[in-house]
């Protein structure tokens, strides 16, 4: 199954004006009434929690309503229909898309791809022993530069049964474990992408069943930086980081949301083939990030100059 | 001195919440809820990991509705009242009670031993 990633997260939410306004102050462009989009077109979807239209809610409260992925083609769509048919309902909505359920009750779609190939550089530096990638006169930050989330990166599940869910990526989408937390869950990649991670799982109590965080790529730890310091100055608080997680390499940064979830900025990610080989750890704090920052306001070294009769 | 003036009832409107930080520790670490004339005031962590703040931005502790309070990390909801958490991460826990003194002229007191406590 060449699936590529998520394309979209669409949420029906209590407070449709603090999430649209978090979507903008997160760095997403405004496309129409509903839909905030990354540089790739990739985005979310942010409707009223009263929205009909929309897929039922989970029983938990978790304001994701769908999950939708996008593939390289309609061979693979047709594929995943004929696929998912076996044992459950497949719609087909209008825009050709179809909609589906996994075995957690997440209501999934799938869809020829939106994400616009990017041609932009990434973050670059300069290190003794290798060749520069910033030339001479050439300057690595600044303070005016806004940040711009470029792909929506990875969403994480809360559920009730982390090797149930597993099974259903692996078995029926195709989707590949690259490293796992024991007791806790995968990090999933889809075959249509070598990012480590696009899914991850938390295995908790059914009433927790939901979205831990969503994240965005960003152009690389300064980015991060840069933008989860607007996002702090905007009055938006921290949840976790900046940091650098172990599994995946991505650099990170959470914040709370009104989303009813963590939102992250991401930065960085390792990139993997079918050569690789999952590793194993047990969770926790010493395994789940090489190091962890705290974040302060801005500072500077000095004080008052010196008395007259010094 | 243990005991800090929070301010007065009136600067919370009705159904509305506000974040205090009597510890000038630069977080809040506290939280008034006024409801029907009554206040509630909880510790600002949610019982879910236990070192969380509630809130996604300074004072927004409730719902659109103002119905319930919201641990803005993972949705959890709470009874203003009781401060039971009725759905989400950590449904049937509590969010931990702080006395809140309300003096004959409406101003709210807070003893700084007692929120000491929750810090263990």
Known sequence: ?310 | MSRVRLGNIVDIADGQARGFDPGCTGQDSLFVVRKGGMVYAYSDVCPHYGSTSLPWKRHQYLDAACKYIVCAAHGALFDIENGLCIQGACEGQSLAKIEVEVNACNDMWVDLRIIEEFKS
């Open chain 1, 1 to 310: 199954m060449n699936i590529i990633g998520p394309d979209k997260l669409i949420f029906a939410v209590d407070d449709v004006t603090a999430c649209k306004q978090f979507a903008l102050d997160y760095g997403l462009t405004q496309l129409d009434d509903v839909n905030f989009v990354a540089l790739d077109g990739t985005g979310i979807e942010i409707h009223s929690k009263d929205n009909a239209s929309l897929p039922e809610a989970l029983s938990t409260g978790s304001m994701l309503r769908k999950t939708l992925y996008g593939v390289a083609d309609n061979a693979t769509v047709d594929a995943i229909k004929a696929e998912l048919s076996k044992d459950r309902e497949v719609k087909t909505l209008d825009d050709g898309s179809i909609e589906t359920m996994d075995d957690m009750g997440f209501v999934l779609g799938f869809q020829v791809t939106i994400r616009q190939a990017l041609d932009l550089p990434a973050e670059t530096i300069n290190a003794p022993g290798a060749p520069p990638q910033r030339g001479v006169n050439e300057t690595g930050v600044s303070k005016e530069f806004v940040a711009k989330p470029r792909s929506l990166s990875h969403v994480v599940y809360f559920v009730p049964d982390a090797v149930k869910a597993e099974a259903f990526f692996a078995e029926r989408l195709g989707f590949v474990t690259t490293d796992r937390f024991k007791h806790m869950g995968p990090f999933m990649r889809p075959a249509g992408t070598n990012d480590h991670h696009t899914l991850f799982f938390l295995n908790t109590p059914p009433h927790m069943q939901g979205v831990e965080h969503f994240t965005f790529h960003m152009s690389g730890p300064t980015e991060v930086a840069q933008a989860g310091n607007a996002l702090v100055e905007k009055g938006y608080q921290s949840f976790w980081g900046p940091g650098r997680h172990i599994f995946g390499s991505n650099w990170f940064w959470y914040f709370k949301s009104p989303f009813g979830c963590n939102v992250e900025y991401d930065a960085d990610m390792d990139l993997h083939d079918d050569q690789w080989v999952a590793r194993e750890a047990m969770p926790g704090a010493d395994n789940s990030q090489v190091f962890l920052l705290h974040y302060e306001e801005k500072w500077a070294p000095g004080g008052p100059p010196p008395s007259k009769a010094s």
